[in-house]
Every structure is written in structure tokens, then in C-alpha cells.
């Protein structure tokens, strides 16, 4: 986890919040307008089945839970906004586990995810005020179900990180790998990370023991102060990802995750960590996950790939771009297998890699780049001779990575 300037973005973005939300005479006013009929404030948690209607801003004054037995219906174009807080003042949506979320946005009308510093409006893709790299403003998208993981001890259930003990909403694990928690599609999730606690932030979307009965297509996140997307154990498939500034690490996964990941961006920015951060199992319950069809822009801060503890699955069809020489930045810019865990399911094949390539810096070689043997696996390409990555035209208009021209030239 990163704690880097967290105080400073809580201060600005109360002052952001602020500048938008005094009279004339400077006085503080309420941002929700009890008058605005399409402004609504959710203060409580979400206990019968619900909807938010298109056209109309709901803005979160809390940690928000859509408890077990329930649907929270998001129709397409709703813009859902964080208040500002941190610690157990974070805001965040959570999906309990045996609750379910059904939001469905379109391509043409993607449902929004940020914070109430941000004054988008419905319609709009780009926000207009805040920059795409201002991160911690409020807190993020949790979903939470009845999966398996691989947890330390062999438990069957435990507390989702960025969520406090206290919070029973927050378990998640069980036994149905089929478990259902709703549909996810066509939605972007902005400026989150809100920190509750020492090294403990809140990821762009949470991902906690969810089943394959659960759909998730279309999804972006953009400056989360922690990581994009993490996966906790479960058996979820997502397919079209984009990340867009991760403040850690692009895309995590822990504790025996069982889907896939089926056509992915990751554009790291000035504070991203790793794009591909890889964990191993917990427990004795052992599976891996799969990752193909990605296309990995990288920075100067960023390193390709680090797994970790006895990662294990599948990674392949992923171009990597923009990466430093790991020799002349301290290691940043390369793909390692760390630790003797690691290195033994690489050599048994459970961690596996295929046909990865590489546009590298001038002079750097594949085996400089790619370590403990993946260098067998990869091939250098020229800057858009690749043939392997994401097909770029999924992300269309419909996120802000693509609007801001990101995806050009690739």
C-alpha cells in the first residue's frame, strides 16, 4: 500500500470542494441542494431493492452498503459522487455479500464513479475541473461474495481490505463459486483511494470473493490513490479493463483468484508502482487466473510486473510500451519472479507466460527486462509493429483514458 501524499490531496480536495460549495458572502453551503431534484444525497445504508434514475447525481455521504438480499439498480448516465473523507469517514459502495448491483451503463451513457470536488454532469465524459491525476478524494466500488479463496489459516470468510473490522459488511469468501453479485457494465470509477488507516487505502474497484455467476464488462479507473482493480479470491471474469493512473499498483491479485481477464489497458502514471502486481495463495486452496490480451503503456515510476509469494496462472497476448531501462533506474521497468516460492511455479508451469513482446528502450536487452527465464516467453517489437495486446477500439468514447487521446498510436 501507498500513503505518498494522501493529507495533501484530502486538503485539496476539500478546498476544491469548498471553492463550488460557498454563497456570495463566503459562506458554507450544503453540495447537495435539497431543492435540486436531481441532486440526491444517500446518507443510509441500502436496505430494499433500489434504483437510481438516469438523469440525477446520488451523492454518497458515507460508507454506503447495499446489504445482503437486495439490488441497488444504477441506470445508464447516473454520476455517483464521494463526499470527502478518510479514515472511518471514507466514503465507498459497498456490495454485501448475497446483495447484488445491476448497473448497467452503455457505451453512448457510461455510469460514473467520483467524487463531489467533481463537477461533471450528466452527459459529460471528461471532467471538467479536476485533473485526471488527482487521487484520495473519496473512496471507491467494493463488491463482496460467497467465492472461494485461498486465506491464511484456511478460513472460509474474511474482512475486505479498506473496510473496518467493525463493518460485518465487509467479509466476503464462502463456498459458491458461482455466486451471483449483479452486472457491471460501462462504468468509471475516479480520484479514489481514500485512506482509512495506516497503509490501508481503498482500491478503485474491489473485487472480494465474487462468483462467476457476476458480469463485468467495460470498466475503467482513473487516479485511484491505491490500486485500479484487485481481486480477492473468487471466480469472477472481467473483460474490456482499462487503468489509468493507479497510485500503487495498476491490476493486483491475491489469494487464489479463479477468472479472467480478457482484453485490458493499463497506463501507468508519475506514481504508479507496478502494473501487474501478482500474489500467490494464502492457504492450501491453490488456483490460478488468467490474463491475455493486454497492452501495458508504462512510465518512468512504473515496473512491468512483480509476482510475488507463489504467483501462479496464466499471462498472455500482453504488449508492454514505454518502459524504462530497469539498469538505469534502479529495477523500475522490468517483469520479475520474486522469491524461491515464485520461482518454483514458474519451473513446475503453474505460473506460465506466452507470447509477451516489448517495445524496449534503445540498447536493452529482453533478458535485462524480463527476468527469471520469462525472457524465453517474450519477443522485442518495434512501437506499433506489435501483434499481440488489447483491441483498443473497446474503449471507444465511452472512457476518458481514450477521449484524452491516451490510445492513440498504439
Same mark, same amino acid.
Given at each position: 500500500m501507498k500513503k505518498l501524499n494522501s493529507l495533501f490531496l484530502l486538503f485539496a480536495a476539500v478546498a476544491i470542494g469548498f471553492s463550488s460549495c460557498v454563497d456570495g458572502n463566503d459562506n458554507p453551503v450544503d453540495p447537495v441542494d435539497p431543492e435540486e431534484d436531481d441532486v440526491l444525497l444517500v446518507e443510509s445504508n441500502i436496505s430494499s431493492n433500489t434504483t437510481? $434514475?438516469? +438523469?440525477? @447525481?446520488?451523492?454518497? +455521504?458515507?460508507?454506503? @452498503?447495499?446489504?445482503? &438480499?437486495?439490488?441497488?439498480?444504477? /441506470?445508464?448516465?447516473?454520476?455517483? *459522487? #464521494?463526499?470527502?473523507?478518510? !479514515?472511518?469517514?471514507?466514503?465507498?459502495?459497498?456490495?454485501?455479500?448475497?446483495? *447484488?448491483?445491476?448497473? /448497467? #451503463?452503455?457505451?453512448?451513457?457510461?455510469?460514473?464513479?467520483?467524487?463531489?470536488?467533481?463537477e461533471i454532469m450528466p452527459g459529460q465524459i471528461a471532467s471538467p475541473n479536476l485533473d485526471p491525476d488527482l487521487s484520495g478524494l473519496w473512496g471507491g466500488l467494493i463488491v463482496l461474495g460467497n467465492a472461494k479463496g485461498s486465506?491464511? !489459516?484456511?478460513?472460509? $470468510? =474474511? /474482512?475486505i481490505e479498506g473496510i473496518p473490522p467493525s463493518d460485518t459488511n465487509g467479509l466476503y469468501g464462502g463456498s459458491d463459486d458461482e455466486d451471483n453479485s449483479g452486472v457491471i457494465k460501462y462504468i468509471s470509477i475516479r480520484h479514489g483511494g481514500a485512506n482509512i488507516g495506516e497503509g490501508n487505502e481503498i482500491n478503485g474497484l474491489t473485487l472480494? &470473493? %465474487? &462468483?462467476? #455467476?457476476?458480469?463485468?464488462?467495460?470498466?475503467? %479507473? =482513473?487516479?485511484?490513490?491505491?490500486? &485500479?482493480? $484487485?481481486?480477492?479470491?473468487?471466480?469472477?471474469s472481467v473483460k474490456n479493463a482499462i487503468v489509468w493512473n493507479a497510485g500503487d499498483d495498476a491490476l493486483d491479485t491475491d /489469494?487464489?483468484?479463479?477468472?479472467?481477464?480478457?482484453?485490458?489497458?493499463?497506463?501507468?502514471?508519475g506514481e504508479t508502482d507496478h502494473a501487474l502486481e501478482i500474489d500467490g495463495p494464502e492457504g492450501s486452496y491453490l488456483a490460478g487466473h488468467t490474463l491475455m490480451n493486454g497492452t501495458i503503456i508504462g512510465s518512468e515510476a512504473a515496473e512491468m510486473g512483480d509476482f510475488r509469494d507463489g504467483a501462479m496462472g496464466t499471462f498472455e497476448n500482453i504488449y508492454f510500451v514505454n518502459f524504462p531501462d530497469p539498469a538505469a533506474t534502479d529495477g523500475r521497468g522490468d517483469l520479475s519472479l520474486s522469491g524461491d516460492k515464485t520461482l518454483a511455479t514458474y519451473a513446475d508451469g503453474t505460473l506460465k507466460f506466452m507470447n509477451l513482446e516489448a517495445t524496449l528502450a534503445e540498447g536493452v536487452a529482453l533478458s535485462d527486462v524480463f527476468k527469471g527465464g520469462t525472457a524465453d516467453s517474450a519477443m522485442s517489437v518495434a512501437e506499433g509493429a506489435n501483434t499481440v495486446g488489447a483491441d483498443l477500439s473497446a474503449f471507444g468514447s465511452w472512457s476518458w483514458t481514450s477521449v484524452a487521446g491516451n490510445l492513440s498510436g498504439l
Open positions: 437510481w $434514475e438516469t +438523469g440525477k @447525481t446520488y451523492v454518497l +455521504g458515507g460508507r454506503i @452498503t447495499v446489504t445482503s &438480499g437486495n439490488t441497488l439498480t444504477i /441506470q445508464p448516465g447516473v454520476i455517483v *459522487k #464521494g463526499e470527502v473523507g478518510s !479514515g472511518s469517514n471514507a466514503t465507498a459502495l459497498i456490495i454485501a455479500r448475497g446483495a *447484488k448491483i445491476d448497473a /448497467q #451503463g452503455t457505451a453512448d451513457s457510461p455510469i460514473i464513479f467520483t467524487t463531489i470536488a467533481d486465506f491464511a !489459516g484456511d478460513v472460509t $470468510e =474474511i /474482512q472480494g &470473493g %465474487v &462468483g462467476s #455467476g457476476t458480469v463485468i464488462e467495460n470498466v475503467e %479507473v =482513473i487516479a485511484n490513490q491505491d490500486d &485500479g482493480i $484487485e481481486w480477492f479470491g473468487g471466480t469472477v /489469494q487464489a483468484w479463479a477468472g479472467t481477464l480478457d482484453n485490458f489497458v493499463v497506463v501507468a502514471g
